[in-house]
């Protein structure tokens, strides 16, 4: 059946002609009498008919190259040819045989959706499936106050702080006012819930525009009316115009192709804008979508959104019509280059498979967090411990006093206020020593500060927008930005141990270039200097006035190109052709005609889902064998000026376990042929190794040679069918692809059964470049210590020799490589490596330097491949592994399978938590949807936003969009935001601790009564006001060390791995420096007062005054870049506590009025506080200046050397006597 289509799909930037398509029939190929009688002998019935039409192009039409044939010749052997009837269809011929996982398992009637086409109603009747709307919001009306308090009370802090306010409710516990004590939390639980409630509020506006769009679909009245997409109902049939969005999960019916095929875009699924086509059946295609009644039988809803498993029975025929993923467009895609379809609603609304999977990246909590939770229960206990002591000397104290108790100022029984002497609420000493345990708990709660959780949040937001806006991180070729998809892990960047990296896509461009290629046993790689460009010459091909090209050139070997031109009836000639033939039709790609400046000239692009793919269809282009069409039936190839036209009766496409493809194509001279291409370790499996043993040999050697190159390889084989073939062929294809259970399995069973006996015609060789600035990411990170995983299904040769290029592998590295296919030899090269690792390291333990491994021994590397992976993880072996690579500078896995990607970051986290032996963190880095499992399996997942897709960003925790850019994420934003945050958390614990210090020395000097002299009001306004703002400024704004120095100096990356900002002795004895300075606090104002008349409320002020005093300066003191912003809060602050106490002493309902103003009218007031802040910070500042002087670490070292020295020369050894940077000079220094 010959198309009446465009020979190419008009652009998405152009609109499709509206005149006459151009008639184009094809040419007949040139035979030879002698190989063409064989043929006819062979050739299934089927194909004896086949219509072989010859082009007969108008006189204009004439060749622009020399090495076109001329036209008039052609014209002459058409008329020749007699019209014959047309090749018989058998629907579509696409095999199901990729993605056979669930998208094939064997599903019963019950499990499975019976969907009744243009019947709705039967459709959902008796289970009814959701409408079409969709619902992104978290919250509702009526559901956001208890939803978000649920959600928010997740955190333990909140629930201890709601029981204390809770407590403090109660009149004998009452230590606050009822507002006072709750304000704080309900401050927290506020601003959180304001935050959730605008998140959620863009949620339903974004859900209310996409529910009201409208949608054509097929009345009562057999008419398309307008419906809005939130009404759309399973079997409802739909016509979607191009350009449309798709509004549900469609199954095809029609198209505007008479072939059936139509064509779309899934960039708004997954991130690909290259054009995929769909089919329709042809059992739908032909009847009228208004008069078509048949019932759909499809799996359940799923998120696989590479698979799909239904068969169609139309009603009138026992046959029943399968259905896979080409025969589906999702929710989601764009209709391209197609002008309508028609298709049947089979998932609507939640249950469609990009809702299905938008749950987003997986929560992760950072490791800080963790770390801080331990923290968090030392302070518990310390709370506790305070918390007894003033509750055991307050009975103690009672017990001593039981007599005076009637009169005591602290604990009066007796109210001798009337005439009638009255009783106080006291209840015995038992229920007081009760109460006071429980109200020093309320008094002393700000030990665990409340406020910390949110100022968390919000330096985690500021930190993220300075990351967003970094112009290093700004991929300018593609327009994207870093994504923050995570929030919460931000500081675990400045911690990474490990990177696990993808290799294609990841570290290379994922854009293919042809480079060379073995054609039966000869290498045509040749002198790169040699190689000509094609441009315009043997490569044009013309259509009418137009000059159609191929949009990408590539470079030919001239004495492959002649052979092809001149051996037309030699048989290397012919096999040479056969090798070109097959990189033309073994494929999935789609000819899309774009325009040019000259409306002449119109370019070929090559649109499809496979890289290699594209490159391959480029190369044979080159060559003279350019795909100008292709429809679901056949395709259409120019030769070298000549026309032809190729059936293709049958299509297999990869999967990951026959790792090849295969294609099955009806020629014009009525034979028909299999094309088979797949990796070498799966072709030679399937050869037939009696034919050509000397090609096989030299094909394998080129191979090898290619491969340590690092180009990636594919071997290209082919077999003739014989009518029998063909027809045992059929009828399995046709079984198994109507199969109700066990599909997947069949198909790949028929597919396995022609791919075998097959000739080699050769190999080709693809580069797969590296992305800009690999090679010096990857000697970055390893020089920050960071240790660089590479997972790759490359042959190990390919994987070595990237390794080397990228800086992966160098040659002072000693390589250990296990590639054994038995468990007993892999245990025993395991058994030999372990043995080679402790030789070389030693077996004391690693220097801790942050290069990660002692400068002075031989780093190694280990090289691994997936089959020996597969051994090591199922049996006992992973010790062992562990052992081995964790001891090595970089690994290489090679031939690793997805699953394995996971199971190997799986595998270095379980021996983390099982043995305690390491802490280190990991980060998993890739591009692909095959990458998601190991992305999420790290501690930090980074997404690509490549050319792959958007599967890894939308699980990952942060998307970049080259592997580039992860050396100032990790080394320069990473590690500010550690340092930042760690130094955070540790001012927060000494902010509280000292306060709630101050009031446990107060409470011992006032006979354990658990009154304050501080206001209630200032102690509530303390964590929110008075010292709030600073610690956020410098979470966010603080830099110990510019970009350049980090970037220059990356060893200095490892302070972060060794976690020297945020541990368990900075902690104690950051808490032993806030206890003496309480002491400081509370003691100088005592001193200086015990012999006055000051009341409790004047003293009080001092001591809040002195307390921000301290804190804030504190804090100044460990600034590394003041600015105009720090300056701003940390003097804002202690003005505005200032005013806060003024105006609290000057309310009249308020206790202590005035009392502010008469404390500070003395002197000694003023000098207390002088007092208090020089013997307070004194003793953190000689530590700090002796510290810095006589054992400087990294960080204050390279601070002195951008202050000092020259960041553009290494300063002498002598003058930096570190253990990062000296190592880092004695490596560099001639």
């Known amino acids: 059946m010959a198309s009446e289509r465009p020979l190419l799909i008009p652009s998405p930037r152009t609109p499709a002609p509206d005149s006459t398509p151009i008639p184009f029939p094809t040419v007949a190929a040139a035979r030879r009498s002698s190989s063409s009688s064989s043929r006819r002998k062979t050739a299934p019935p089927h194909f004896r008919n086949l219509s072989v039409e010859n082009v007969d192009f108008s006189a204009e039409m004439h060749s622009s190259t020399k090495t076109t044939f001329s036209i008039e010749t052609i014209s002459r052997s058409a008329s020749k040819q007699q019209p014959q009837p047309s090749v018989p269809r058998y629907g579509s011929r696409r095999s199901e045989s990729v993605n056979m996982g669930s998208s094939h398992k064997e599903i019963s009637d019950a499990d499975a959706r019976l969907v009744y086409i243009n019947d709705p109603e039967r459709s959902n009747s008796p289970v009814r499936h959701p409408n079409n709307s969709i619902n992104t919001s978290k919250y509702s009306i009526l559901t956001f106050l208890p939803k978000n308090l649920f959600e928010q009370f997740h955190r333990v802090a909140y629930i201890y702080f709601l029981i204390l306010a809770g407590i403090n409710q109660i009149p004998q516990l009452g230590v606050f006012t009822p507002a006072a004590s709750i304000l704080p939390l309900a401050f927290v639980l506020g601003v959180t819930a304001v935050k959730d409630a605008y998140e959620d509020y863009r949620r339903h506006r974004s859900d209310r525009t996409e529910n009201s769009r409208s949608a054509s679909v097929l009345s009562s009245s057999s008419e398309f009316q307008p419906k809005p997409w939130k009404d759309i109902r399973v079997g409802e049939v739909i016509r979607v115009q191009s350009n449309e969005t798709i509004p549900c999960d469609l199954v095809l019916l029609a198209t505007s192709d008479p072939t059936g095929v139509a064509y779309v875009q899934t960039i708004n699924l997954d991130g690909e804008s290259n054009l995929k086509t769909r089919y329709a059946k042809q059992e739908t295609l032909s009847k009228p979508p208004e008069t078509l009644s048949a019932i759909i039988r499809c799996e359940k809803p799923n998120r696989n959104i590479y698979g799909f498993h239904g068969n169609v029975e139309i009603e009138g025929s026992k046959q029943r019509v399968s259905l896979g993923p080409s025969n589906v467009i999702l929710r989601g895609c764009d209709l391209k280059n197609t002008a ?272 290699d793919e594209q490159a391959l269809l480029y190369a044979a282009a080159a060559y003279g064998f350019t795909l100008i069409e292709r429809t679901s039936g056949h395709i259409v190839i120019d030769i070298f000026g000549q026309k032809q036209r190729f059936d293709i009766l049958g299509l297999h496409e990869f999967d990951s376990d026959r790792k090849r493809m295969s294609v099955i194509v009806g020629f014009p001279d009525k034979t028909v042929k299999v094309f088979v291409k797949g990796a070498d370790s799966s072709m030679f499996g399937v050869v037939d190794k009696t034919l050509n043993v000397d090609i096989v040999q030299a094909t394998k050697s080129h191979l090898h040679t290619y491969s340590t190159l690092g180009l990636r390889t594919l071997v290209i084989g082919m077999r003739e069918m ?464 002796v510290t810095e002087f006589f054992m400087p670490n990294d960080i204050q070292i390279a601070r002195e050397l951008e202050k000092f020295g020259n960041l553009n020369e290494d300063p002498p050894v002598s003058e930096i006597t570190t253990r990062t940077l000296s190592n880092h000079q004695q490596q560099t220094m001639p």
């Open 340 to 611: 309508w379809v028609v298709g049947v609603a089979v998932y609507t609304g939640k249950d469609t498979k990009v809702m299905l999977n938008s749950s987003g990246a997986q929560w992760k909590r950072s490791r800080l967090e963790t770390h801080m939770n331990r923290e968090t229960i030392i302070l518990a206990v310390a709370l506790f411990v305070e918390c007894a002591l003033v509750t055991i000397l307050a009975g103690a104290w009672l017990g001593r006093h039981r007599d005076k108790l009637d009169d005591l100022i602290y604990y009066r029984k007796r109210d001798f206020s009337d005439r009638d002497v009255g009783k106080y609420d006291y209840y015995g000493i038992g229920w007081e020593i009760v109460f006071t345990f429980f109200m020093s708990v309320i008094l002393f709660q700000v030990m665990i500060p409340i406020a910390l959780y949110i100022s968390m949040e919000l330096v985690r937001l500021g930190q993220a927008f300075f990351m967003i806006q970094d112009e290093s991180l700004f991929d300018k070729e593609r327009g994207n930005r870093l994504q923050c998809r995570a929030l919460n892990i931000n500081e675990d960047l400045g911690q990474i141990k490990y990177v696990f990296s993808d290799k294609t896509g990841t570290l290379t461009e994922n854009k293919m270039e042809f480079r060379c290629a073995s054609v039966v046993g000869v290498d045509y790689s040749g002198d790169p200097a040699t190689a000509a460009d094609t441009g315009e010459e043997g490569v044009s091909v013309a259509v009418g006035e137009q000059i159609w090209r191929p949009k990408m050139s590539v470079k030919t070997n001239p004495e492959l190109l002649s052979l092809l031109r001149t051996g037309e009836r030699t048989e290397k000639g012919d096999k040479a052709r056969e090798f070109l033939l097959a990189l033309a039709t073994c494929n999935t790609i789609v000819p899309i005609l774009t325009e040019t400046d000259d409306p002449s000239i119109k370019l070929i692009d090559y649109q499809g889902e496979s890289p």
């Open 722 to 1185: 014989s009518n029998i073939e063909f027809e045992e062929w059929h009828s399995s294809y046709e079984k198994a692809n109507t199969a109700l259970f066990g599909r997947g399995s069949l198909l790949k069973a028929v597919a396995m059964n022609i791919e075998n006996n097959v000739s080699i015609l050769g190999a080709s060789g693809i580069e797969d470049k590296l992305q800009q600035g690999v090679p010096e990411a990857i000697e970055s990170l390893r020089r920050a210590g960071i240790k660089v995983w590479v997972l790759t299904g490359d042959k190990q040769e390919t994987a070595i020799s990237i390794g080397f290029s990228s800086n992966l592998l160098t040659g002072d590295m000693t390589q250990i490589i296990i590639n054994n296919n038995s468990k007993e030899s892999c245990k025993k090269s395991l058994a030999d490596a372990l043995a080679i690792t402790k030789k070389m390291t030693g077996k004391s333990p690693v220097g801790h330097n942050s290069i990660g491994v002692d400068s002075k021994k031989t780093p190694l590397a280990l090289i691994i491949d997936g089959t020996s992976l597969v051994y090591i993880l199922e049996t006992e072996l992973e010790e062992e592994l562990f052992e081995v690579a964790t001891s090595c500078s970089v690994v290489l896995c090679c031939r690793v399978a997805p699953l394995q990607k996971a199971g190997i970051v799986c595998g270095i986290v379980m021996l983390i938590l099982i043995k305690s032996r390491t802490d280190d963190m990991t980060l998993a880095i890739g591009d692909g949807a095959n990458d998601v499992s190991m992305i999420q399996k790290a501690n930090v997942g980074i997404g690509i936003s490549g050319r792959e897709g958007r599967q890894a960003v939308m699980a990952s925790d942060f998307a970049i969009g080259q592997f580039r850019f992860l050396v100032p994420l990790l080394l320069v934003h990473g590690h500010w935001n550690y340092q930042r945050m760690a130094y955070m958390i540790l001012y927060n614990f000494y902010r509280n601790s000292i306060l709630v210090f101050v009031l446990f020395w107060y409470v011992l000097y006032t006979a354990f009564s658990l009154t304050t002299a501080i206001s209630e009001w200032s102690s509530v306004l303390y964590s929110v006001i008075y010292t709030a703002l600073p610690t956020i400024v410098v979470g966010i704004l603080d830099k110990d060390l510019s970009k350049k120095t980090l970037l220059k100096y990356p060893q200095l990356y490892g302070s972060g791995q060794r976690e020297e900002r945020y541990n368990l002795k900075l902690f104690i004895l950051t808490m032993m420096d806030s206890v003496w300075q309480s002491l400081a606090i509370f003691f100088i104002p005592f001193l200086a007062y015990r012999h006055s008349t000051i009341d409790g409320s004047g003293i009080g002020d001092l001591w809040i005054l002195a307390v921000v005093l301290m804190v804030n300066l504190h804090l100044g003191m460990d600034i590394f870049r003041w600015n105009w912003i720090a300056h701003t809060s940390i003097w804002g602050c202690i003005v505005a506590t200032v005013i806060c106490v003024i105006i609290i002493d000057a309310l009249p309902i308020l206790p202590g009025f005035m009392a502010i103003f008469h404390v500070m009218g003395t002197w000694v007031f003023w000098f207390c506080l002088l007092a208090i802040l020089i013997a307070g910070l004194i003793p953190r500042f000689v530590t700090k200046a």
